[in-house]
């Protein structure tokens, strides 16, 4: 089984940057993604790790510290649209299926 | 390319009642998944279908959901009799092969409301 650890929520200003954490313990890892999900939406996909370290896309990029069980998604120049939940999702060793988080809830104010 | 789509988007039914819904995964897509996901939580898997064959169904209580895939491509989930802690958002997913790498794409949702 996995345990997966994000904060409940979290606010930041228009224009700035955040990062969400989130560590996991697994018995055998085999890769980490972070989904956005806004309010009564579906989860769309937004990076995928499974080495160590920074993965860049635009605004957003995700880390990965596999010895450490951690990961974190960071958002640059904040957008109001960016205001949403964001799932961290782990897969574990032998199974194709990712078990999700509970999601960190991000609000952006202005 | 069109999305994953879903039907209804909305339910809501009686404790003990029936309830079924339907999915069409990415025209292509073998690997089609079923997500509960309750208000404040990540989904959770129900079932996964690798093209009309289960791959994956621990999670799903078996006493009352059942899901089928019957020709690889649409899919239905269905919860007899329903209970109060079903209501959730049903969220249906695909992805090409189901291999190691895979995104996997989901649809809008139907959101259930048991009474």
């Known amino acids: 089984g996995q345990n997966i650890d994000q904060p409940t929520e979290m606010t930041a200003t228009e224009g700035a940057i955040v990062q969400i954490n989130c560590t996991y313990q697994t018995s055998g890892f085999n890769g980490l993604f972070w989904y956005q999900q806004h309010a009564g939406e579906a989860p769309t996909f937004l990076s995928y790790n499974v080495l160590d370290g920074l993965e860049e896309k635009g605004r957003f990029s995700s880390f990965l510290s596999r010895s450490k069980g951690y990961s974190y998604l960071l958002l640059k120049e904040l957008q109001m649209k960016d205001s949403a939940s964001y799932l961290c999702?782990?897969?574990?060793?032998?199974?194709?299926?990712?078990?999700f988080g509970r999601g960190t809830s991000l609000i952006v104010h202005p | 390319e069109a999305g994953v789509a879903q039907s209804p988007r909305y339910k809501i039914i009686e404790k003990r009642q029936s309830v079924a819904f339907w999915c069409n995964p990415i025209?292509?897509?073998?690997?089609l998944y079923w997500y509960q996901q309750i208000l404040g939580q990540g989904p959770k898997l129900l079932i996964q279908?690798?093209?009309?064959?289960?791959?994956?169904d621990s999670q799903l209580p078996k006493d009352r959901f059942s899901a089928e895939r019957l020709k690889g491509v649409d899919s239905t989930l269905k919860i007899q009799p329903a209970k109060l802690e079903d209501s959730a958002v049903y969220l249906c997913a695909s992805s090409p092969k189901g291999g190691n790498q895979e995104t996997q794409y989901f649809g809008p949702g139907t959101r259930l409301l048991v009474l």
């Open positions: 999702a782990v897969r574990e060793g032998g199974s194709y299926i990712p078990t």
């Open positions: 279908f690798q093209n009309n064959g289960v791959v994956d």
């Open positions: 025209s292509g897509h073998a690997t």
